[in-house]
């Protein structure tokens, strides 16, 4: 039998394809090219791609994802987002038929060398200020004629990535360094995440790169995923184990970090750090533990208590007189957004996602 262990992250695969038209309105021209690195922003990259079959392409990390995703039936196109790391990736690449970015000289050398059985698409990066990869906007031209020049390329695309979609103006300066330095290119150009999906339109162009949008949590601090129209692609719930009674004074939790300022009912659940939950929530205002996370039980919002542990929390019930051992939890969902949960840990909702444990029990409904 395996583990009745309670915890649960459930996947909607009617909440991705939601997100999917959320992005398509945004972006009605455009061909979207669904980000699903990281195991799909801990989705399940097989089953995210299976429920996001309406979208034009799909971008990884790793050839062995983009490998799995092909294995795996999907015809789309697919793009390993940073290229190869490795010049023997390049024959398998090509055999696979899966696209690369190509952001530096190097990159450009090992296809040069490569011998490939046949040609491979590349998408060429531009840095206009993240200053991460890409190349230097007055490098870009020689790049792309070097490219352009060899057998073991076909089709170009031009590409770049915005360090401050999410801000106001935020993309006016490396917007115009692009267009500046690949005019008279006549190639397609993939310019957008989920940020500038949402916040900025004219950075659109013939292809975007939705990740975060359509699991359902916001690319930008200062707005909701519901102020968009996005739903919640993963509930992660779990069940009271225990319940506690604190008389006033008592602590709960390593450290008894928390202390009851009058008699208290406390839940302990069955989620803690080694599922991914944020160990130093509520930590946030020097130690001191009054500042609860965002938590659901029995749909009831109330906060957790004390330090998370390995495998449990506590959270308080005093107000959820109904709450007994085996009622249900929502640590982030559809009652509680990830994104609250994850402002009230110093971090974003991407973070949390993506640290989903692999022992957390996984079920795609819908799909
Ligand atoms: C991760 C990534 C994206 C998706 O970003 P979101 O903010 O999740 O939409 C798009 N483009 C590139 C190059 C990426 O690495």
Not at 84 to 101: G, S
Not at 157 to 165: G, N, Q, R
Not at 216 to 240: C, H, N, R
Not at 276 to 285: C, D, N, S, V, W
Request: proline letters at 4%.
């Amino acid at each position: 039998m395996t583990s009745a262990r309670p915890i649960c992250a459930t996947v909607s695969a009617n909440a991705l394809q939601h997100n999917l038209n959320v992005v398509k309105q945004h972006a009605p021209h455009s061909q979207v090219m669904a980000v699903v690195k990281a195991n799909a922003y801990g989705h399940g990259l097989l089953q995210t791609a299976q429920a996001l079959h309406q979208a034009d392409a799909f971008a990884v990390l790793g050839l062995n994802e983009a490998i799995d995703l092909r294995e795996a039936g999907i015809e789309q196109r697919i793009l390993l987002l940073e290229g190869v790391f490795d010049a023997r990736e390049l024959p398998i690449a090509a055999a696979y038929q899966i696209d690369i970015a190509v952001h530096h000289a190097e990159q450009v050398k090992m296809l040069a060398n490569a011998t490939l059985a046949k040609p491979i698409n590349v998408h060429l990066k531009m840095n206009t200020g993240m200053n991460r990869l890409g190349f230097a906007p007055q490098a870009f031209k020689a790049a792309y004629e070097q490219l352009s020049g060899l057998e073991q390329v076909s089709e170009i695309i031009l590409m770049t990535h915005f360090a401050t979609a999410d801000e106001t103006n935020g993309i006016e300066s490396a917007l115009s360094i692009f267009q500046t330095h690949t005019q008279g290119l006549d190639h397609a150009k993939s310019l957008a995440n989920s940020a500038s999906i949402l916040m900025q339109p004219d950075s659109h162009a013939d292809w975007v790169r939705p990740g975060i949008m359509l699991y359902g949590a916001t690319p930008v601090s200062t707005q909701s995923a519901t102020s968009f129209d996005l739903q919640p692609a993963m509930q992660l719930t779990s069940e009271i184990i225990s319940v506690q009674t604190l008389a006033k004074g008592e602590s709960v939790g390593y450290g008894a970090r928390f202390t009851a300022d009058k008699p208290m009912k406390i839940g302990i659940v069955a989620c803690g750090y080694a599922d991914g939950y944020p160990r130093h929530a509520g930590q946030l205002h020097d130690g001191d533990m009054l500042a609860g996370v965002p938590i659901a039980v029995h749909g009831q919002r109330t906060q957790t208590v004390g330090r998370v542990s390995m495998d449990m929390l506590a959270c308080d019930l005093t107000h959820i007189p109904d709450a007994q051992i085996g009622s249900p939890v929502e640590l982030w969902g559809n009652t509680i957004p990830v994104d609250e949960v994850a402002h009230a840990c110093g971090t974003i909702g991407y973070e949390l996602l993506c640290a989903l444990a692999p022992r957390v029990r996984f079920q795609f409904s819908d799909l």
